[in-house]
């Protein structure tokens, strides 16, 4: 093949990289490839992509030879100074308008630093979340390119081919936002993807130990809630891992060691909230409950001094099963409605102008938490671009509405049976308070103007007014500034 040749150069062959290598092969693409281990190049060449419209470069110059024009550059390296290193290596070899995408796990800082660093350099900078793992990779993942606006149109067609496809035959890829915009929205899908499987574990350990059910009535169970509104990939494999047996004939999800491993995104996520003073508690909890597991020598020391609660639920193990359904469907309503009330902040303060029915369709299919309910946030969306909160759609009032009473009986349940239900707890714990008009938090404000003259403002006053007491006649008048984390 002569130089100048390829549609779209990738550096990275791990199992990610070549995936993405193979599916953009197999939809008409010429793909140029590099490693630096340059012997991963001739293995790849010579065993998956044989045959296939693949070329091999030993050094980046070479690499960078085989590239047509608006040369196209696609980093799957680990997230972090590798990023950085390649850039730099890339950099001196390319010309003003040639593309950079980072399809890695970046968190999006890192991102809108190199967005802007390539931006004076002449150089367009993508910053790709990609979802839906090795299998999403090779066949269809969940892309969500965000960083130069210019580069769009020339890495839009490649994107859109190898990417999954919703219901309706839509790509499960578009265009996001400027800067950092692709890999933000990448983390919290990450941190709602904590959520869902944390809130699943949380089901599976009322449904064995609160009502009981061997692994082959779990499989049976979690097959028949993927045929309703739980539809969705992760209930799907869940259900497939409790019919998989060991060698000796048991189930093999007992044989596993509870502590649970993590990469960060989830962490990330929360500290993002936390900076941005949003509630995003249910992600919070799931990370937690990671850590708590890790704890496992102290769990198992503590268990020798604790007796168990000897409460028996008040169930039929039946209804048991579907009230713990429905607070599942319940709680996963909450985690997505405070993953998109924290975007929503992130795109106001960014000014990246985010399309929240879009991103609910960019997760429909390839990605990790791809389901059907995400169909109904999309529709909530078109139906309300401005929708403060999927808690105020008229569908999702609904459905908490019905499922309610459920999710209270849930929770109280596994308090009394001593059953640990972080993220259910917490969802519910965050839908009393978001429905309510008054919290306690008057008493809080007190407290703080009384220690520290931090103001208040009164209901009986305009909002922005701040006020301060003197609470025991002996302090002064003097009151400290008000401000909101």
Same mark, same amino acid.
């Given at each position: ?253 007992? !044989? ?38 890790? +704890? ?47 975007? !929503? ?15 609910? +369709? ?124």
């Amino acid at each position: 093949m002569s130089q100048s040749q390829s549609d779209i150069g990738l550096i990275g062959l791990a199992v990610m990289g070549q995936n993405l290598v193979l599916n953009m092969a197999d939809h008409g693409y010429t793909v140029a490839v590099y490693n630096r281990t340059t012997s991963k190049v001739d293995e790849f060449l010579q065993g998956p992509a044989k045959g296939k419209s693949i070329v091999g470069a030993h050094d980046l110059p070479t690499f960078v030879s085989k590239l047509k024009r608006p040369r196209r550059v696609m980093l799957m390296v680990k997230a972090g100074d590798p990023v950085d290193e390649f850039i730099d290596q890339l950099v001196p070899h390319l010309e003003e308008g040639d593309i950079i995408v980072d399809g890695g796990n970046s968190h999006f800082p890192d991102s809108q630093r190199r967005y802007e660093a390539l931006k004076e350099k002449g150089i367009l900078f993508v910053g790709a979340g990609i979802s839906g793992g090795e299998e999403g990779a090779r066949h269809g993942p969940s892309i969500m390119p965000g960083g130069n606006p210019e580069a769009w149109p020339h890495v839009k067609e490649i994107f859109q081919a190898i990417a999954a496809r919703s219901d309706d035959g839509a790509p499960c890829c578009e265009w996001v936002g400027e800067g950092g915009a692709g890999h933000y929205v990448k983390m919290v899908h990450n941190g709602i993807e904590y959520g869902d499987m944390q809130l699943i574990c949380e089901a599976y350990d009322l449904l064995k130990r609160g009502a009981h059910l061997s692994s082959s009535e779990l499989s049976s169970t979690f097959a028949d809630w993927d045929k309703g509104p739980l539809n969705s990939y992760l209930i799907e494999i869940t259900s497939q891992i409790f019919s998989k047996n060991d060698t000796d004939g048991h189930p093999l999800v007992d !044989k596993i060691l509870d502590v649970a491993g993590q990469k960060g995104t989830g962490k990330w996520t929360g500290i993002d909230a936390l900076d941005r003073g949003m509630p995003l508690t249910l992600i919070g909890e799931a990370v937690f409950a990671r850590c708590l597991s890790a +704890l496992k020598e102290d769990r198992m020391e503590a268990s020798k001094h604790y007796a168990e609660p000897t409460h028996k639920r008040g169930e039929e193990k039946g209804v048991f099963c579907r009230q713990i359904s429905d607070a599942l469907y319940a709680s996963k309503i909450i985690s997505y409605a405070q993953g998109f009330m924290l975007m !929503k902040c992130a795109s106001e303060e960014n000014k990246w102008n985010l399309d929240f029915g879009s991103i609910a +369709l960019l997760w429909r299919g390839g990605c990790i938490i791809r389901s059907k309910f995400l169909g109904k946030i999309k529709q909530a969306y078109d139906h309300n671009p401005r929708l403060g909160s999927l808690l105020l759609d008229p569908f999702f009032i609904g459905e908490i509405t019905r499922a309610t009473p459920s999710w209270r009986k849930v929770v109280a349940e596994g308090a009394l049976m001593g059953i640990a239900l972080p993220c259910f707890s917490t969802a519910l714990s965050f839908f009393d308070g978001y429905r309510t008009q008054v919290l306690p938090a008057n008493l809080l404000q007190a407290q703080r103007d009384f220690f520290g003259a931090h103001t208040y403002e009164r209901i009986d006053k305009p909002r922005g007014q701040f006020f301060h007491t003197n609470w025991t006649g002996k302090g002064g008048d003097v009151s400290s500034s008000s401000y909101t984390v």
